[in-house]
């Protein structure tokens, strides 16, 4: 087991170094708190686990793409920095950083989540402390060596570091950013715990075998995964290590911002844990809250929604991480399709000339008909349809809607564009979630992806006109870009969307609150990790 030595070590690293201008931080009591994973029940927190363990390796693969991305474009980033960069150089290299630091703070949750592995007893508590050092040590060998890869990029050439710095509210990204990546990446405290770690792994194998989580297949990928990423940490310390540090000091000890877009300070730490353990299934938004709102809806209706701490469409910037289609009801088309003569002969032209849409919709996928037909486990209708890891599904409001921000806007379309969108979606569910954002293939599809093709315009519907945007060199189009579209087109005779209504979530009071609409407008503003949403 741990010997004495390597415990006191882990733990007097396991606390994140806090700003310099931060007061030192009191010590940490010797036990997990209240609030933390490890209160849960063996059984949730091994699920929690497993879901955490998904992520780390959806993470893991997102950032090795990343970084071929970033191989492809390395011109950008060694150039001579008395050279300026074009707009559309700066765009590529924005874009880029934002989806890195992304993945970065993901990650950094993960690792926090876990860190107190320390305090839970290995001889009684075997499950948890193995999961928690392979969670904690996985998530950091990760972080380590991509970070200190990409800060081989772009450390010390000073252009790239003042674009990188500077706030970006397309993107999400605060003033600072940069430097607080090397103040995590680029640590002695984090390269140390790196090694201290290192030394534990190869301890604990035996009680990874006795608790049986060599036999799940993911954390046996997660053990050679974190052996091949120490390695390359290993060797990027010891060939430059003292030069990224040098290179690291001047900016991190110059940057005294309170806030940090990543949590590194103890007591910012302490607060998202707190939050993040005490909020499982707990929304800001009340059940009751979304329920409200069905009887504003209408079909064909576009949501955006957010959860705080799901971490969802990673790699993609903007506060609004996720975007849905709600389709309402049969009883809602028999309101506001039905009856109108664009849908009337729309129906018409289907096979077996359907009266309703219902009636096509039946005939036309009798087997997803079916699933749509059926309530869901909270007994209630389903009404959206969303793309998420599961696949393009079909949702009610306590999935698609009890959630921590929703926005709701309306297609300024006519009743047969929404019915024709709405069959679209209904050919699309089913299809598998697109982890790599390919836009240009129908075969698996991201959240806004579902939304963009169903309202995809054509010769015989009018539809939504919105742009692809490039992140990190791929087309692509992030759940922010339809908020943002609608503040620069509000007001405007030609407009594309109307508001319905937005909940606004508040994580000190714990609620949510009716936002108006210019509150909506500026929410695309909002940086996406600064985890002091009020």
Known sequence: MLSTPLLVTWLSLATPAPAVSSPAPEAKPSTPEATSVYSLENGAFVDQALRDLETLERHARGLRALQQQISKTRGLYTREQDTPYTPDEKRTLLTTWAAFSDYFASLELIRQRYWDFVKVPALTQETKHAWGFLLTHGALTTELAHGLTYAEFTNGRKQLEVLLDEPSEEF?????????????????????????????????????????????????????????????????????????????????????????????????????????????????????????????????????????????????????????????????????????????????????????????????????????SAPDSHGDALRIIESISEGVSFTGPEHGMHVDYLGVLRPRLAPVDKARAIARAFHLQGRPYDFNFDFFSDSSLVCTELVYKSYAPSQEVKGLRIDLVDVAGRRTLPANAFVRLFDAEYGQPDRQFDFVAFLDGREKERDAIEGDVDSFRSSWRRMKWDIAQQ
């Open 172 to 372: 999400g990204l605060p003033a600072r950013a940069f430097a607080r990546f090397k103040d995590k990446a680029i640590h002695v405290t984090t390269a140390t715990q790196l090694m201290t770690g290192d030394s534990y792994a190869e301890q604990l194998r035996p009680l990874l075998k006795k608790t049986g989580i060599l036999n799940v297949r993911r954390a046996v990928w997660l053990v050679q995964e974190t052996r091949d990423n120490s390695k390359v940490a290993r060797g990027k310390l010891f060939k430059r290590g003292f030069t990224l540090f040098a290179k690291a000091g001047a900016d991190v000890v110059q940057d005294t911002t309170a806030s940090a877009i990543f949590p590194v300070q103890r007591s910012v730490a302490e607060w998202m844990g707190d939050t993040r353990v005490k909020r499982i299934g707990q929304p800001l938004i009340s059940r009751a809250q979304a329920l409200g709102l069905l009887a504003r809806m209408q079909p064909g209706d576009v949501l955006v929604a957010r959860q705080n701490w799901y971490l969802s469409n990673i790699g993609l910037p903007g506060f609004w991480p996720h975007a849905e289609l709600y389709v309402g009801t049969p009883q809602d088309w028999a309101t506001h399709l039905d009856g109108d003569a664009g849908v009337k002969g729309w129906l018409k032209t289907r096979p077996g000339s359907p009266q309703t849409l219902a009636e096509h919709l039946a005939r036309e996928y009798p087997a997803k008909w079916a699933t749509y």
